[in-house]
């Protein structure tokens, strides 16, 4: 008997269960219901063991994330998995693709575990906002350890095959021709009469040391902050090492339901798809031709230059690095070779692997070298002559369907574009530094790029691991535009009575990465000041510049320079309040005649958020983004914005489009400032009583 998802055959004395429910082979209802009648058949065949195996690229990769917020249907996964361990004959998993969540859940219900080397296994539902609702929080400490287990379920970065071997989670990696290894295993465990070997029967093993779970709480505060599920995993791995698997499935169920009724859960899993519908660009098809990157140029071996370098080499793809004179070319190596060194001492690639990725570099100093290039970024100097005569030159000797890309955070890519002949070609691309571990990168559409060249961008950015959101082209783009506002209102802050720490202490409570002063701190005020110099603004000549401007002329740039807003330790690097910059600060607002008051944090958190929501609705007004979620993408992969809060205009819908407009008008009322005036697309919304979420499903506007 067969469902169409499920499939239940007897082979000899094999009863062999094959789910196939593309793309990922959810656990779907129809899965669910598939397994049942398949353990049904199973047990009252003449079967001595049971194997499950995946059609398709994968193992299960999870429960079915998009039935989570419909009404619950029978069978529960967790009954279903419950009736695999219990099954009176060995039931088997072989495992490829990827083991993830219910997946792995499954497979630590099976008796026996193989895997082909590729297999990635993990319970990722952290990132989702959950924990592991099928008995993961009691079976793997049961299985790995209590370690190895909070490592899985807190970090929810899957493993290899090769680790879950080491620590007993598979017990054979078989030949990749897994269907046959799979069966040959199958049949040695009959052979040998090997027994079911329920994991819900171990024991786990409790940690020696006493302190250990606060020891593990700090060790994860940082990364874990604000999220309940983390939390909710350790007093579950706990719970295993003292109780049964009945009493640890029954709390885990409560604690599940718990998150997923949450609103962590709700933003964490819109992220989820966000993330997946950034890289689907509504006016260009699927099917657009993409083009082969085989090869790419790099102009410039700066700091910028390098790290891009980098996300190529590590991806197999050979890079030439383009300098101007052979030593600004060796320094730039240099640099890539000790951060690779680095790399190798942290234990995050081996020796070996380094070595291959060095061995995609070369270097030039003369253009010529670089004519059968697919592709070339230009990562020089942030500015529109220089950025200019490279595109010159690049179309003087690039061949004709070669990708033009230039890496900048603020230019505009339309008149880089016009200075070479095919504008076609050109697109933006605003990497983040360090470009070779920040996970964003916005592909910048200017006016004329080809759709092929921007599907090719998009696609190629997802081999070199970055997450790749479509913008059009405007001042900053989605994230640094949006910043302005917020940064603006943080030195407002500072000048009507909050002080460096009250300002960033409200936001980092409030989720953020890091606060916005400590960011200006870290980037570097000499930055900000560099740049409103070329834009011809003088220095102090503008109230909310005024705070920044001074402490760069007081050689105060930042972290670099062991002081900025803050004072920095020489060894910890641990900001400390200054009281210098308290009373700057205070003869500033002085200067400007700013009343100084007392600040609440709710008031920070409110004009902070709200600054970003405003402009975002101007940003998709414009058609700078496609859609709400895009801009969302690029604030939890750029800007440190707390995913379990799913993004600035996500937010905004958990505020409600009344009460945003409400606080706007608030806003501009008692502040007399236009910037609060707000965008039409909010006063729309708020009208028609609906959310911008609602944007992200119907059409699209697409990015001009
Ligand atoms: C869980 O298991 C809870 C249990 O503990 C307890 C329950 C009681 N469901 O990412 P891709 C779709 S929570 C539904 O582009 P890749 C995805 O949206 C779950 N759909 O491919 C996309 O659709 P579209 C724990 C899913 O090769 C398509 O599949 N598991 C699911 O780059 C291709 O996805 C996870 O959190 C799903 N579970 O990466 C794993 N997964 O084409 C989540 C994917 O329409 N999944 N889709 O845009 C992943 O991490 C990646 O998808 C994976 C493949 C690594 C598997």
Redesign the pocket.
Known sequence: MSNSVVNYQLQDQLGIIRIDNP??N???HAVRAGLMDALEQANADTSQALLILCQG??FI????????GKPPQAP???DVISAIENFPKPVIAALH??A????L?VALAAHYRCAVSAT?L????V??G?????G?TQRLPRVVGVEAALDMMTG?A?ISAQRALELGLVDIVVKDDLENSAIEYCQQLIADAAPPRPSGALQAVAPDSPGFYDAYRKRIARKSRGQIAPGFIIELVELATRTDIDEGQAQERER?LEC?NSPQASAMQYV??A???A??LPDIPADTPVLPVNSIAIIGAGTMGGGIAMCFANAGIPVTLVETQQEFLDRGMGIIESNYATSVKRGRFTQAQADGFLANFSGTTDYADIAEADMVIEAVFENMDVKKEVFAKLDAVCKADCVLATNTSYLDVDEIAAATSRPQQVIGAHFFSPANVMKLLEVVRAKKTAPAVVQTFMKTA?KIGKIAVAVGVCNGFVGNRMLKGYARQAQLLLLEGASPEQVDGAMEAWGMAMGPIAVGDLAGLDIGYRSRRDQGIESCSVKEFTLPDTLVEKERLGQKTGAGYYRYDAQTRQRQPDPEVASLIEDIAARWQVERREIEAEEIVERLVLALINEGAAILQEGIAARPSDIDIVYLNGYGFPIWRGGPMFYADTLGMDTVVEKLKQLQQTTGDAYWEPDSLLLELAEKGQTLNSLNSSPNKDTK
């Open positions: 793309p990922v959810a656990l779907s690229r994968t990769a999870g429960a079915d994330i998009t039935e989570f529960h996964l967790p693709g990827n993830l969540g219910g997946g859940e990635k993990g319970l990722p539902e990132k989702l959950l924990l592991p609702g099928a993961g929810g899957p599940f997923r989820f798809f993330e997946r519908a890289g689907k997802k």
